[in-house]
């Protein structure tokens, strides 16, 4: 299926967010906006949530300290107990390294693992890019194009009257 | 819009726009490689031979080919250990703690630091490996089910609290790295011309397309890999520190040991950023954005860590005497009036006197004597760890084992190896990788540079932003 879409182009990060703000106020829906590098307050202009991968990294964590506790405790309490330098066999004290470094690798595997699934990030020929100077120096809104919408002057006019530079059209093979 | 602080240096110099940054990082990965970067990989590909040879002896004819003997079992293996696990700490301090910081100069000097993060650990990570005699039995430091009965390993050794430490400090630091690198391969991908490098960048880049969606989940990452890499640094050395300090040998078994190798760690590696950094603006001609403001930053804390270094060899020594322990107060005497003088007095002149230079303003400022000073540093932090080891080692409670230690061949071999190792891959590194996190560099580039970004402005819905600098 072919999808067409509206690209505005701003080379500002300023004039986007006010751009932003002034057409999802009239009423236009943004698909999506890439940059170059992380817009700050673009969140709450564009109404992304907040991310729940903090969420995820706490309960990653979580599991990593307990499955340590286990591991230490089962092993050198239960099932192979030995003597260490007079310590007892559950010497918590000792376990605490261990546990702690298991915390933070799971709390850490556990994010960015669900980060790369959530935001599809996987290695590919293919490049998705809508316009490759996005990765560059350029600010690209990307507003999609449903069947029988006619009016494509009115919304040039709306993103150059924001300030794009320019306007494009691309469709999109989906 | 723009606001020039009075006070603030800019991060940024030259005017640079976007798109400027674009380039003058992309230059040298898009270029055909010059010869200086070929004549230094040369020299650093004769070190890595130098280090399988090296390697080579040590497996085939055993430990025996290096100057260990029974007292001093430890010696030139673990002080580079310690040495190299150091330096890889400032790399995790620049992306993690001075992100947690909003240290804005972080920016520019962040990818390469912790590439040398993760180089330094690489090379760290051979000595204990090299040690173990038998390589390739390594896994047994794992907990891993065995048919030897159900024998586990020994969760009370510090020295498998180290595994634990180095893996996940190596493999959190790996994926760090290079979640920073993804949006910067998208960039190269989206410039690359020929067919291998596109579809290279494109398989490194992960489908990145800078979308508002994924970019506000990439803070979010970033940020929380910083808060738990941030604790990560600080335990690491300190479970390296635990090697010794949970033993009984005077001069070892000491509880400032922690606190004293985490800042020893950082100021080593702080040490090792500027040496590189210094060659690498050079010859990447990226004086723009490693600036002068920059060096001093990290001069700073030199002068702060290295400080904290020269407190702790006094309290050391001052304990060792008011603990009124013989056994203790012998090691410290020794280690400054003993054989070995030579040692702790280089330790003392390179670590405790030279950073204290960085007073002056005009040496903080100068590239050349940051340059020597960055590696006087770097000699005295392992000067540093060859004198807690072997000085402690060499004369401990029975003087009948007393006894001197020499490096053989094949230890200064395996130490001058790694450092070829560290180089070839650092080089690989700079060619192939852009250096500078250009992302993050133009995200500061509105309100840390020179002039501002992009010339033609469009004045209308900002006043609202002016307030806000």
């Known amino acids: ?174 | 819009m723009q606001h020039v602080s009075p006070i603030r240096e800019p991060l940024v110099t030259g005017g640079k726009t976007y798109h400027d940054i674009t380039e003058d990082v992309c230059r040298q990965v898009e270029a055909r490689p010059n010869i200086r970067w070929a004549t230094a990989l040369a020299v650093a590909l004769v070190g890595l031979a130098i280090f399988i040879y090296s390697c080579y002896r040590t497996l085939w004819y055993g430990i025996g080919e290096w100057g260990l003997n029974k007292t001093v079992g430890w010696a030139w293996d673990i002080t580079n250990f310690v040495w190299w696990v150091g330096i890889g700490h400032a790399g995790t301090l620049i992306s993690a703690i001075l992100l947690l910081f909003r240290q804005k100069w972080r920016t520019s000097i962040n990818r390469a630091a912790e590439a040398m993060t993760i180089f330094a650990v690489i090379c760290a990570a051979m000595f204990p490996v090299l040690h173990m005699g038998r390589p390739w039995l390594a896994y047994w430091v794992l907990p891993l089910p065995n048919t030897f009965g159900s024998l586990w390993v020994n969760f009370n050794s510090p020295l498998l609290w180290d595994v634990f430490a180095i893996s996940t400090y190596f493999s959190v630091s790996l994926v760090f790295w290079y979640i920073g690198l993804i949006p910067d391969f998208a960039t190269i991908r989206d410039r690359a011309t020929g067919p291998i490098a596109r579809r290279a960048y494109a398989l490194l880049s992960f489908n990145w397309t800078g979308s508002a969606k994924a970019w506000s989940r990439y803070e979010t990452v970033s940020l929380i890999l910083a808060g738990l890499a941030t604790p990560l640094v600080l335990s690491v050395h300190t479970i390296v520190s635990f090697d010794f300090a949970t033993s009984v040998i005077p001069g070892w078994h000491t509880t400032i040991f922690p606190p004293y190798f985490v800042a020893g760690a950082i100021f080593s590696g702080f040490a090792m950023v500027l040496t590189l950094m210094i060659i690498t603006r050079k010859l990447f001609k990226l004086e723009d954005y490693i600036t002068l403001e920059h060096v001093e930053s990290m001069n700073k804390v030199i002068i702060l860590t290295g400080s904290i270094v020269g407190v702790a060899y006094i309290t050391e020594f001052f304990i060792a005497w008011y603990s009124q322990v013989e056994y203790e107060q012998y090691a410290f005497i020794n280690r400054a009036t003993g054989p070995y003088w030579w040692a702790y007095w280089s330790m003392m002149t390179c670590n405790v006197i030279t950073p204290q230079l960085f007073w002056f303003r005009g040496i903080r400022r100068s590239l050349t004597a940051t340059f020597i000073i960055s590696i006087f540093v770097n000699i005295g932090m392992w000067f540093e760890r060859f004198v807690i080891i072997v000085t402690s080692l060499h004369r401990d409670y029975l003087p009948s084992s007393w006894v001197m230690f020499s490096p053989t061949w094949i230890d200064i071999g395996v130490y001058v190896g790694t450092m070829g190792l560290f180089s070839t891959l650092f080089l690989l590194f700079c060619k192939f990788f852009p250096v500078v996190n250009m992302a993050e560099v133009k995200s500061i580039l509105k309100s840390s540079s020179a002039v501002k970004p992009n010339t033609h402005a469009h004045m209308h819905g900002t006043a609202k932003d002016s307030n806000k600098h």
Request: hydrophobic content about 50%; proline content about 5%.
């Open chain 1, 1 to 174: 299926m072919t999808k067409k879409f509206v690209l505005g182009i701003y080379d500002d990060e300023d004039v986007l967010l006010h751009a932003i703000e002034n057409i999802r106020a009239a009423g236009t829906k943004i698909y999506d906006v890439f940059s170059p590098y992380p817009v700050h307050g673009i969140d709450d202009v564009l109404g992304i949530k907040r991310s729940r991968l903090p969420i995820v990294a706490f309960f990653c964590g979580l599991f990593g300290t307990s499955f340590a506790l286990w591991m230490q405790i089962w092993m050198l309490g239960f099932d192979w107990p030995m003597i260490i330098g007079g310590k007892p066999h559950i010497a918590l004290p000792s376990f605490i390294p261990v546990t702690f470094e298991l915390t933070v690798l799971c709390a850490a595997f556990g994010m960015v693992i669900t980060f790369f699934i959530v935001t599809s990030l996987r290695p590919s020929f293919k490049v998705p890019v809508f316009d490759k100077r996005s990765t560059d120096d350029k600010f690209v809104m990307a507003i999609e194009i449903n069947e029988g919408v006619t009016d494509m002057a009115a919304l040039n006019d709306l993103l150059r009257s924001n300030g794009a530079i320019e306007v494009n059209q691309k469709e999109v093979i989906k």
